[in-house]
Every structure is written in structure tokens, then in C-alpha cells.
């Protein structure tokens, strides 16, 4: 079975800070990898995410997830971050070639402070 | 083009009442899926259906809910009797049908609070 743990329930940060939301998966078999945001009272937005090829996968408003193998991780990063980021964002995996039955973690909230 | 539209956006019943939730999918979509998010938990996937049938209920809870998507566009998940724990957010979300699935995307609706007390 596959799950995803988010290091991290809250992130604090100021206004052009860079940021990183941390995001570790468990499964037995390839997955794909997703990141999606929830701005408040919205709908869950896709980011970014990972099916296969570079490593390095360039979303939506200037963030960024560096899928590590190795280390069962997909990390979101944004260089500089704008008070408009503030929102809930989850990191959520499914099993290659399956249908797109996401597993999702727990969320972490992101308030950028001026 | 219109997106996922969930009614309704809020519902605040008492337990032991039975409340209905509505999903309406983007057209052309044949994917609908349920997610339900617990109190600042994670959101767990509760069904899938390909049209009219369903394909993966493995996370229904109980016997409580019942959802159906007759004639294969909108959704509607019923909880009867309504308990305590059953409150939270109830999302869900439509996909194509396509034979590459880097082409898929999930695209989700706001979402309904539900709140039993």
C-alpha cells in the first residue's frame, strides 16, 4: 500500500522568502507524484506533478518538486514566496498506470507574512 | 467552460438525519471520484465510477453511504443516518477517459463542509 507523509502541518514565512514543503512517500511499486494547492475557499488546484523523466519538474506560479528515488521524496520549493501563497497545499501519490485514484498527505498550511 | 460544481457548499444536520450531496462533473468526463477530508486529516479517497458504474468503493466508510451517478453524469452521495464522525469535507473530483495517462488530470470541485451535530 502506498501513503505520504508531510513533514510538516504549518510553514511560517515572510514575503520573498524562498520555501520548501516537505513531502516522503511509501510504496512498493513506481508511482506518480502530484502536489496540489487549496487557496481558501477554493477547490483543490493541480501544481505540479511527476510521472517520469527529469527530475526536476517546474509547475504553476514559479514552484518547483524534485522527485528523489532514493530517498522516497517529492520536496515542493519556491524561491521567493508572495503573500498570495498563502494556502493549504498537498502532496498526494498514485500507483503508475493505474487509474488516477490519488493517495493524499495530510496537508501543510503556508502563511506568507509581510 | 464550466469546472467541478459541488452542492451544497456548506450543510449543517443533525445526527440521525440523512443529508445528500451533489457532484457535478465537467462534461465529457466519465471519471467522478469522492474524497473526504477528516478534521485537518488527510483526504482519503472514498469511490471512483467510469460512467454510470462503480469501479473502486473500497474507501466508503460504512453502510451508511450510498452514492449513485445515475446515467453517468452528475453524482450524489447520501449519508443516512448521519453520525458525528461523518463530518468534514466531502470533495470530488472528474477525469477524461484517455488512453495515455500522463493525460490525465483530476480537477476538483470546491468541495462541501459537511457538519453533524
Known sequence: AQSVTQLDSQVPVFEEAPVELRCNYSSSVS???FWYVQYPNQGL???????????????INGFEAEFNKSQTSFHLRKPSVHISDTAEYFCAVTISGGYNKLIFGAGTRLAVHP | EAGVTQFPSHSVIEKGQTVTLRCDPISGHDNLYWYRRVMGKEIKFLLHFVKESKQDE??????RFLAERTGGTYSTLKVQPAEL???????????????AWADTEAFFGQGTRLTVV
Not at chain 1, 488546484?45 to 509547475?59: A, D, H, P
Open chain 2, 85 to 99: 464522525e461523518d463530518s468534514g469535507v466531502y470533495f470530488c473530483a472528474s477525469s477524461q477517459v484517455v488512453t
Open chain 2, 58 to 63: 473500497s474507501g466508503m466508510p460504512n453502510n
Open chain 1, 45 to 59: 488546484q493541480l501544481l505540479l506533478k511527476y510521472l517520469s523523466g527529469s527530475t526536476l519538474v517546474k509547475g
Open chain 1, 31 to 33: 508511482v506518480y507524484l
